[in-house]
């Protein structure tokens, strides 16, 4: 059964320039082009996702999600031109699960539109990220039995420096850790001038599990001080 | 009300008020001076009333000071060892014996006490009325001589009639029956009791006061029936009214055995008077009797119109009291009017009647001191019922007193409508329009003062010692002017100083920042102006910034709305390029335009957020995390993560960076995108195969890192490169945003750090420096 997505901005073109992307990716895509005609499609027809804009005509986008989040639990991708900080944060905390900035990416909204219907439509492992043998951080999942690190329940391919790397900072997530001291646990080496060899190794693993690796969501660099897997 | 009739009330009220209150305190004054010296008012105020002159105290002590005199007559020269001075009764009659002139004549028939006069050539009719104690001590003391001067000058005075005999023998008499039986029938016949039975006495016509002194006792008749001697008892001789030989309080001398003495006073006395009786061309004059009969009269009348005027007084007090609610607005209209009368002008007469209050009641209590009683018995005859002038003329200072304690109660501070308070107030607002300066320098008049009168003080205080009393006061004065000028300096200053430490502390307060306080200090100061002013600064100083907050946060606002607008279509052709590349069957070249159109879209991007973020921190708005971090590492991470990019580039980088950590305090994600793009910047404009040095170094205070690299280009050296929008070459042709260096000094300026860049020849040099954490 293909999903069936509504994507709702003021801006005809753009809204045309998701549906094709999204068509593409094999969604069917429901067009709105202000809050109301949102809030009636919804209330019409079967919708899995939304992709929202926030400046809209009639009724914006953030009293648009709440009013939808009166009713239904269905993921909401919020899509803005505003860009700040706050605006993020207000709009996730009124309910939108994600936020992603205009101009996007194409392929990084096609990539979190994947993401958030496979947590809605699966609702993820349960048991998995009950067990101990699971850390569970967003979209990551790492094993440690198996040490196996997936992103959206796909497994990651990693070689075994990344695994190691992985793991540690999976392990001990939110903590900082410099570039030296990965290097020595790692590497089992007395660490000299390691920042480059530390930082290739993190950018292939960004690479790997982040959506824009040059916005990276999940490994971080600390400025000044290391590196670590943000808790989420 | 009809208003006519409330003023009418309003002044009734007010005036009767007054006028009760003036002749109640005029009477009652009157009153306790008229009490002073009588033993029985009482008995004195029937007396007085019942109009007979015979029946007062004065009338007693007379006639026995005469009874007194005659006595003395009596055995006059028989005294073997006389101690009188035989000159002291001269002297009294000489006195007695002034000339009077027709005028004083006519004068004293109207007012009893000519002026120019004293007291005993009025009173002295060498009777020794006054002096009844002393004739009666003195006795023995007279001489024949001066027994028979007295009789010479005495007998012509018809009021009192008398015989004195002595052993038998008529001494001397000016009335020669006067006591004999002579079986005439006279109107009176008084009956008296002699050694040889009763007797009866002829009176003459129009007298009826009998005095007989028998050698042992003094019987006193009048009209017929035997007086009543014994008002007080015989008790104590003080408190006695007549002092009589014969009696208790005055046994009888031995002396005066064989003496007889008849003497008769007229029911009307009246004027004596005796030209050129002593050869020497004197009037003598004797009216004593008469003067007692007007006074006795007028005493009389005086008392009926005290009488009257304290009813009159009490209808008074009465309207006042009935009127006292008109009253009290008649005060409060008649203050309003005094209220804008100068104060000088209410305050110097009510000080000249006090002062003159005071000088009357210090010469007073000097007469008093020298006078005694008669002191008082002469201020007697001035107040009671005496007059309406003189209550007028205490109406009116009671009035004017009453005036100025009126405006004192109903004006708040009378003393500023004044002429001094006016001339203060010139002096003041001359003063106020000097400049500041010139106003301290005028200060140091009291200086200049204080230091003259300083000077003065101990000449004076020498010249004191060796001058005496005024000189003394005048010393105290000059002290009190040196106190007095002293404090008004010491308040002058200490004000002065109060208003500095304000000024002061208003200019601290500007200039730490706090803009809303507005400090005061009051307009006669000096320095008033200079706060004025600094407070207009501050006014001045807090528009400025409000506006530039306004404009900084418009101009935020106008580059985020902008930045929006831009970023819609942007993201409609973003969106179409990236869908135009996944077209399939497109030919070569068309997939070159669209690889152009795509990274020529993304350069847009980057530059709209650029933009935006280059002026956010130029306002100040961009938002930081401050956390201390290590300075080595971070640009360790940074050229860590632009590898690729350096590998790629013709230049590379030679790094000189300290192993131990230099811990500085700021914003790591910031200060990343600071060496990124000085990195970036450096890899762009490097001439190739030249070579990027970054240094770091750990200073006392200031980690300090650089930034150096040949420039391919000639750089410009009149341009500051860290403007925005602002390039090395002046074609614009290369991919950057022209905000790199911008953005990168803002966002070290936001950190805290400071950013510096320098051109040396072809030489590029950035520096980034940071206070280092120990």
Redesign the interface.
């Known amino acids: 059964m293909k999903e069936r997505i509504l994507v709702v901005d003021d801006?005809r073109?753009?809204v045309k320039?998701?549906a094709?992307?999204l068509e593409?990716e094999e969604y069917e895509v429901l067009k709105a082009y202000d809050g109301m005609q949102a809030l009636e499609i919804i209330a019409e027809s079967q919708v899995q996702l939304i992709i929202i804009d926030v400046?809209m005509p009639k009724l914006d986008g953030l009293s648009a999600v709440m009013k939808i989040r009166e009713k239904r639990n269905i993921p909401i991708i919020l899509l803005s031109?505003?860009?700040e900080?706050t605006d993020k944060v207000l709009g996730l905390s009124i309910g939108a699960d994600d936020y992603v900035a205009?101009?996007?990416?194409?392929?990084e909204l096609a990539a979190r539109v994947k993401s958030q219907l496979r947590r809605y439509t699966c609702l993820g492992d349960i048991n998995a990220s009950l067990s101990t043998a699971n850390v569970v951080n967003g979209r990551l999942r790492y094993n440690k039995e198996e040490r196996v690190l997936y992103t959206d329940e796909e497994p990651v391919k990693l070689t075994a420096t990344e695994t190691k790397i992985v793991d540690l900072l999976m392990c001990n997530l939110g903590r900082v850790f410099?570039?030296e001291e990965i290097y020595r646990r790692v590497w089992n080496e007395e660490a000299y001038?390691v920042?480059?060899t530390?930082?290739?190794h993190i950018?292939r693993i960004r690479e790997k599990i982040e959506w824009n690796p040059k916005e990276p969501e999940y490994l971080k660099?600390?400025?000044?001080?290391?590196y670590k897997i943000e808790k989420k | 009300m009809d208003i006519k009739s409330k003023k009418s009330k309003m002044v009734i009220g007010l005036v009767s008020w007054l006028a009760g209150f003036t002749i109640i305190i005029v009477n009652l004054s009157g009153l306790c001076l008229e009490m002073y010296g009588y033993r029985d008012f009482p008995k004195h105020v029937e007396e007085v009333l019942g109009r007979d002159y015979q029946d007062t105290e004065e009338f007693r002590d007379y006639i026995l000071g005469c009874m007194s005199d005659f006595l003395e007559m009596s055995v006059a020269g028989t005294n073997p060892d006389q101690v009188g001075e035989p000159g002291e009764f001269l002297d009294e009659w000489e006195a007695a014996a002034e000339p009077w002139t027709e005028e004083e004549m006519s004068i004293l028939e109207e007012d009893y006490i000519p002026s120019g006069k004293t007291y005993y050539n009025y009173y002295g009719s060498g009777f020794g009325w006054d002096g009844g104690y002393d004739v009666v001590y003195d006795w023995w003391s007279m001489t024949k001589a001066e027994a028979e001067d007295m009789h010479d000058r005495i007998r012509y005075n018809t009021n009192i009639l008398y015989r004195i005999e002595n052993k038998g023998e008529v001494l001397y008499t000016n009335y020669e029956s006067l006591g004999l039986d002579s079986g005439q029938t006279e109107e009176w016949n008084y009956t008296i009791n002699t050694d040889g039975g009763e007797m009866n006495f002829v009176m003459p016509e129009g007298y009826n006061y009998l005095l007989y002194y028998d050698g042992e006792t003094l019987q006193v008749l009048k009209d017929g029936a035997e007086a009543d001697v014994s008002i007080h008892g015989y008790g104590d001789y003080w408190d006695y009214d007549w002092y009589i030989p014969g009696y208790n309080n005055v046994p009888a001398d031995d002396a005066y055995r064989d003496s007889r003495i008849y003497m008769a006073v007229a029911k009307e006395p009246e004027i004596i008077i005796k030209k050129n009786y002593d050869g020497k061309g004197n009037t003598y004059y004797s009216n004593l009797l008469y003067k007692m009969k007007m006074q006795s009269l007028d005493k009389a009348a005086s008392y009926r119109n005290w009488i009257f005027s304290s009813l009159l007084a009490f209808v008074f007090a009465a309207l006042g009291l009935t009127f006292r609610e008109y009253r009290k607005e008649a005060c409060v209209s008649i203050a309003r009017v005094t209220g804008k009368i100068w104060y000088e002008v209410k305050l110097l007469p009510v000080l000249a009647f006090f002062f003159l209050f005071l000088m009357a009641g210090i010469e007073a209590l000097r007469m008093f001191w020298w006078q005694g009683n008669s002191f008082v018995y002469e201020l007697q005859g001035f107040t009671i019922g005496r007059g309406i002038l003189f209550t007028v003329i205490f109406l009116l200072i009671i009035g004017f007193l009453w005036l100025f304690a009126n405006d004192a109660r109903y004006n708040k501070k009378p003393w500023r409508i004044s002429l001094t308070a006016k001339i203060i107030g010139l002096f003041r607002t001359s003063m106020l329009k000097l400049p500041f300066s010139k106003r301290m320098v005028r200060y140091n008049i009291w200086v200049f003062l204080l230091g003259l009168l300083s000077t003065l003080l101990p000449v004076t205080v020498f010249a004191a010692h060796r001058r005496g009393t005024e000189l003394l006061i005048i010393t105290f004065i000059l002290f009190v002017c040196i106190l007095f000028l002293q404090f008004l300096y010491a308040e002058n200053m200490r004000r002065l100083a109060v208003d500095m430490d304000r000024l002061v502390g208003q200019i601290e307060a500007v200039h730490n920042g706090e803009l809303q306080e507005n400090a005061e200090i009051s307009e006669t100061s000096g320095l008033a102006e200079a706060m004025e002013k600094l407070n207009d600064i501050r006014d001045g100083m807090n528009k400025a910034i409000d506006r530039q907050i306004k404009s900084e946060r418009m101009k935020v606002e106008l580059i985020a709305n902008v930045s929006h607008d831009i970023k819609t279509p942007l993201t409609s052709i973003i969106s179409y390029v990236e869908l135009l590349k996944q077209e399939e069957g497109m030919p070569e070249h068309v997939k070159e335009y669209v690889s152009i159109l795509e990274s020529k879209s993304q350069r847009l991007k980057t530059m709209v957020q650029d933009v935006f973020e280059v002026s956010k921190a130029a306002s100040g708005e961009l938002p930081v995390h401050m956390e201390n971090l290590d300075f080595c590492k971070l640009i360790h991470q940074t050229i860590a993560d632009m590898q690729e990019q350096i590998a790629d580039s013709p230049v590379s980088i030679k790094c000189e960076i300290p192993d131990e950590a230099v811990t500085i305090y700021a914003d790591g994600s910031r200060l990343y995108r600071v060496f990124q793009n000085l990195i970036q910047n450096a890899l762009k404009y490097s001439l190739e195969g030249s070579r990027i040095y970054i240094n770091l170094k750990n200073g006392e205070e200031d980690a300090v890192a650089s930034v150096k690299n040949t420039s391919k280009e000639e750089l410009p050296s009149d341009v500051d490169l860290t403007e925005r929008f602002i390039r090395g070459d002046k074609s614009r042709t290369d991919g950057g945003s022209g905000l790199g260096l911008s953005i990168a000094q803002s966002f070290t300026e936001a950190c805290g750090g400071s950013f510096k860049v320098e051109t040396i020849a072809d030489l590029f040099v950035v520096t980034v420096s940071f206070q280092s954490v120990k």
């Open positions: 801006d073109e753009i320039a998701i094709l992307l593409k400046m031109a505003k860009s900080d205009k101009p996007y990416n194409p392929a410099p570039a001038a920042e480059n530390v930082m290739v950018r660099v600390v400025w000044g001080i290391g």
